[in-house]
């Protein structure tokens, strides 16, 4: 098609134009020496008499004339063999198209049996199969969209197979084309929007095809200019002839445009409704355009941002013009009423469509990327307003707090296999938001609530949630994870994901219903704990903020049932936005799933792998996470005391055990888990929730606090204030430091824990000492000092893991991307001592250990997976028998291969396989999408996700790398026997394996490796 673009014999029609320039046309036919003429148009055009003008003029200038006036919407073969009868009955020597799209492809069928009179329309479909030159054409467009008034094209449909397609030759240009300006002034507005839509779709395909010359850019880019300086005057008023001349033009130049250089796959896939439905072209198109032009992704970021130039559109970079240039399509459409879905598409028809749709594109258009199958299928089940993939709800809403605006949209199919969802997708949705830094506090700040694939599939763990932001602590990215019931009920009420924006002018909650998403005052409920405000909200699946969010507690969470989004001061951006919760019920169709029994077969093995599992079927059920507080010790990873040190005598009190035996009434989780690493406690005669791992060392050890049933109460009071437990333990650690060391008197002591309850409500209150701990400890350092043991990295305070024991959780705290967090650092604590027993003293392997399991588990955590499900990749055999010989060579193994485990993540395609007995998780999303998936695509998709998280928080301002504080890391302060973490020998391998420099930044290779936007 490329070539034959050049070699082809093209030519313009002479263009005839302005107000009532019909008439001149009698003249020229005279001037011809035509005698007879063949009119062909459709009855519409008739009864609204405008042919009438010209059907004069040409009895006046003596010319006979037969009209053929049935041409259908969609002309098929018997409309051109009826006309093509008259034509002869009445020995005409010219043809005259007067109408729509429809009435001059009929003519040009016509035209085309004249000249090839053995030949069958049908034989004459595809490219050059007409060649000898046609009766002349006179070309009279009375909507201003098809442009077939200047192109090589007819598309006809089939009438016994209702097949559509196209007869293009150059012999079909008509000899001219007739711009009158008044025959479109009555076309009614719907009409004029959806034809106007076409014309821009030819420009458009134009231009990102593959066929372009300098001429049909140029055209291109007029007809775009044309069409959004005035299709929507025309629209609203009809009667604009400025407009609707310019729009004749636009069709006419779009029309030159794509003759030359093809339409592309929305053509194709119009083509099908068209000939399937009788759906009207241009409104096909105008739906269609966004949605695949969305699918095209980066590949045409480049000519799409010169068109949105030509539109007038602006933009920082190409992605964003582009972005902004689809985005201003689909605003037109909305303006013009013109809907997001078609109507009437019937599921088993799809695969028939889909497979017309490829065949029409491939090889016959020369578009920028080729579509499979699936695409295609994808694109049609997105126009009947499903998710393009399985395993979504199929739409996401938009929130404006400040205005009240709410609408919905879905992300391109291509963005959701890039970001998987959860905190990917939330990340790329605040990438694409800002280009530039923006304040946690802040109306612009976004709240993105993520679900994920797995999430409602029934995959064991996979209720969870996330919620990212700005942080308010860090000034950085955060992502919160959370198991309550809110993920799954937003799912249900057909939402994939919220973002939330602005800043609410009075207090609300959010309820998201089969009613639609509705606001509610929350001046009631202001004021209120987590568990009061949950009661008062209703039924639903809900997430509030209590007391500490609404202060702006730098590390206040956000609550669903007893389950938390601890990290990061999540609940104080809510605060910030006046929203104090959201609740969502409703009965959206449950999500299918690519391939349901092949996942119901994978599901029932992994639930009983868990089951089976030494960690997730026997410690964390037996235990909860507490059950890490024996081993902790053992190894000197139970941080003590602001961190001086690993160890704490007193570890009995308060280990798994402990709690067992004295507390527990019974285990709890999150739903759909066969874990259940949750517990309940009695506390006074109640039952609540018992502490977890985190709590129980930052609220113990951390401030050298034996009691465990006063850390359950302690606990209860953040839940209920609505704190983060680690950051809240950190900053009092650190405020008791302060105090011993005279820098903040303060009167905290470690091991006098007695009032910590009492201080859990001055901080949410922000009250007393309470205001300066409610900043965290980085700020407390920054007015009181002592930053060389102000235990936080980038401003988060750490979990409870000592990490001079355990060289690759330092490694993994220091290059988290939400700070210090051993879940996003990679959690190497377990290989290191916690689950299996790799030598945590070690430096050797560690850097390529984390940056595999930083991007497992992004990964994992973005396709809906509880990070707990990951413990069970570690073979059994590995944490049962830690001292045969054959598992300590093992460990052993494990941290003298970093080469090949830095040479395989580089290279995922060693990895293209799925390995279900080993990691479920891709082949799990695998099934439930239907997209390709396998291990080594999972982690390059963690990998993505990890280096877009950094580029946000480079946006942000991170462009000094990443530290461990002094006490930690610095050779000085290492205190006795006690090592210190040597990160910069790790570091520096860390980040040439991740492709950074030496300041933290990707660079630009590794980005475009990745699929990411340049920074
Ligand atoms: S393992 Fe624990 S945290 Fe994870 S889903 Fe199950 S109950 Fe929730
Ligand atoms: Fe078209």
Known sequence: MRLAAYVLPWRKPVLIEGEGCVTQLPGRLTGEGVKNVLLVTDNVIMRLGLADKLLRALVEAGIEVAVYDEVVPNPTIDNIEEALSLYKENGCGAIIAIGGGSSIDCAKGVGARIARPKKSITRMKGILKVILSMPPLYAIPTTSGTGSEATIASVVVDSGTREKYAIMDPALIPRAAVLDPLLTVGLPPFITATTGMDALTHAVEAYIGRSNTRETREMARKTVALVFENLYTAYKDGSDITARANMQRAAYYGGIAFTRAYVGNIHAVAHTLGGRYNVPHGLANAVILPLILDDFGECIYKPLSELADAAGIQGET???????????????????????????????????????AYHESNPTYPVPRIFSREDFISVYHRLMGKPGLHGYAGKIARIDLSTGEITTY??????????????????????????????????????????????????????????????PLTGLLVSSNCGGSFGLSLKRAGYDALVISGKSPDKVYIRIGDDGIKFRDASAIWGKGTSETQALMGGGGKLVIGVAGENLVRY???????????RGGVGAVFGHKQLKGIVASGSAPAITLSDKERFKELNKKWIAKLREHPITGRQLPNLGTAALVRPMQRHGLLAAKNYTTGRFDEFENLSGETLREKHLVKNKGCPACPIQCGRVVSLGGSEIKGPELETIGLLGPNLLNNDMEGIIRINRMCDEYGLDTISFGGSVGFAMELNEKGLWDNGLRFGDCEDIEALVAQVAHREGVGADIAEGVMRMSEKFGGAEYAIHVKGMELPAYDPRAAQGMGLGYATANRGGCHLNGGYLAVLEGLGIEVNGATTSGKAALTVLFQDLLEAASAAGSCLFTTYAVFPAALIKHPDKASVRLVCKLLTSVGGII?????????????????????????????????????????????????????RQGLTSGDA???????PELAEGAQDHVHLD???????????????????????????LPEL
């Open 318 to 356: 190409d992605e964003r013009k582009a972005k902004a240039f689809i985005a201003a399509i689909r605003e037109l459409n909305a303006l013009m009423g013109i809907p997001a879905t078609i109507d009437g598409i019937i599921e088993d028809d799809i695969p028939t469509l889909a497979g017309l």
């Open 410 to 471: 879905m992300p391109a199919r291509g963005e959701l296999l890039k970001y998987l969802g959860g905190k990917g997708l939330a990340a790329k949705i605040i990438y694409d938001a800002f280009d530039k830094k923006v304040e946690a506090f802040s109306d612009e700040n976004l709240i993105v609530i993520t679900t994920s694939p797995l999430n409602g599939s029934t995959a064991p763990s996979s209720a969870r949630f996330n919620i990212s932001t700005i942080s």
């Open 556 to 566: 206040a969470c956000v609550t669903s049932q007893e389950r938390v989004a601890g």
């Open 902 to 954: 830095a040479f395989a993540h580089n290279h995922p395609g060693i990895l293209g396989i799925n390995a279900p007995g080993i990691i479920p998780h891709s082949y799990a999303y695998s099934l439930v999408t239907g997209a390709k998936m396998n291990i080594g695509r999972f982690s390059r998709s963690g990998e993505r996700i990890y280096n877009l998280e950094r580029i946000i928080n480079v």
């Open 964 to 970: 461990l504080p002094a006490r930690l890391a610095s």
């Open 985 to 1011: 020998k790790m570091l520096k391998k860390y980040y040439r394996i991740r492709g950074w420099d030496e300041h933290g930044v990707p660079k630009q290779k590794r980005l475009k490796k990745l699929g």
